[in-house]
């Protein structure tokens, strides 16, 4: 009786074996591919910048609707257009001698917005472009994801510099002493 319970046994195990080295080798001959998976990120982040896209669309026509608009003593809108990427590119007319334009602010501003760097995350861009009354481009920025973080480095190494130069103001001792 021991014997034919081991002989049984034993054919069971073998049985098992076979059963997933068979389907071991049905797995490998339908190639079985992740491409799938891929296929449908690649559908949903294109969905995805559709839908930014058609969002982008309609904030250009508000912003369009209200155009030129002033937006600060010397600055006027001139119109928004949306682009690839996609991308928001907003025109200014800057009146002569008004004001003196710097890409710091502009670039400060748009990273310090929660939606706008939300967006960014996904290959968004704005471009800032300002002209005189005449249309000759005085400043044109690009800001994106890359340039926020750049940005920031410059903001984080500027704090540095400040508390070393309050550390000297104060005989090397901490502020807080």
Not at 17 to 45: G, I
Request: glycine share 10%.
């Amino acid at each position: 009786m021991r014997g034919r319970q081991a002989l049984l046994g034993a054919v069971i195990g073998i049985l098992l074996v076979l059963a997933l080295v068979w389907a071991w080798q049905t797995r490998e001959s339908k190639n079985v591919s992740h491409m799938p998976v891929q296929v449908e990120l690649d559908e949903s982040f294109r969905d995805l910048k559709m839908e930014i896209a058609k969002r982008f669309a309609q904030a250009a026509d508000i912003l369009n609707s209200d155009a030129p608009k002033q937006l600060q003593p010397g600055i006027v809108l001139k119109g928004v257009e949306v682009g690839e990427g996609p991308s928001m590119t907003y025109r200014y007319v800057v009146e002569k001698g008004v004001v003196r334009l710097e890409a710091e602010p502009v670039t400060e501003r748009t990273c310090g917005i929660p939606e706008m760097r939300d967006y960014m995350q996904y290959g968004v861009f704005y471009k800032y472009v300002y002209e005189d009354g005449q249309g000759k481009e005085l400043l044109s920025l690009t800001v994106d994801e890359a340039a926020c973080k750049a940005h920031e480095r410059q903001q984080a190494g500027k704090s540095v510099n400040r508390e070393e130069l309050n550390r000297e103001d104060h005989g090397g001792q901490g502020s807080g002493q």
